[in-house]
């Protein structure tokens, strides 16, 4: 499948047996990946649910920091971008402390204000896109809950794009120990 994509020949209405699995994009991975959030409030989230109800906010992500560190690990060097309101929803803010678990891990994480991205054209959806290579977009429905379909692109010229939205916003996001999200 995963060759199938590189090559420019996945079919876009393939759904079911043989959509490979994230860990196993991300094993695939050589050099890097890199993961583009836009939206403000991601559901549901046991995390946040008790971080609203009084508790620490923190959940077991041993699966998610063991991919992490295999993937570092092996040389690939992983970013997640995130575009965010501000003032800052009550889930950006408790995302971002529960992001150090992200960075522990080594991945390398920044935040950039929506007003300082008004200029930037971006994708349309949220994505992971692996070696520069291959994008899969995820999308999500207008209460943040996140839907089990995802595009799957590989078309050099449609990936170029990605690339460049995904650096533009890059250059311009403030380092995770830097920012601080603006409340209201």
């Known amino acids: 499948m995963i060759a199938e994509a590189a090559a420019g020949a996945y079919d876009v209405g393939r759904r ?11 094993a695939n991975t050589r050099r890097s990946a890199v993961h583009l959030e836009m939206r403000d409030v991601y559901q549901p989230s046991p995390g946040f649910d008790d971080w609203k109800a009084g508790g620490s906010g923190r959940t077991d992500r041993t699966s998610w920091t063991k991919l992490v560190q295999d993937a570092v690990g092996r040389g690939v060097t992983m970013r997640r971008a995130r575009v965010v309101s501000e003032p800052a929803s009550d889930y950006v803010r408790w995302l971002h402390m529960v992001t150090d678990v992200n960075v522990e891990a080594g991945e390398l994480v920044r935040w950039l204000p929506r007003r300082q991205a008004w200029d930037l054209m971006l994708p349309g959806a949220d994505f992971w896109m692996f070696d520069q290579r291959l994008v899969r977009f995820h999308f999500d429905a207008g209460d943040g809950t996140m839907l089990e379909e995802y595009e799957f692109v590989s078309d050099p010229r449609r990936v170029a794009q990605v690339v460049a939205a995904f650096e533009l916003v890059w250059e311009r996001a403030i380092p995770h120990q830097r920012y601080t999200p603006q409340q209201s």
Do not use: D, R
């Open 16 to 26: 079911g047996h043989g959509i490979p699995a994230f860990a196993e994009l991300l």
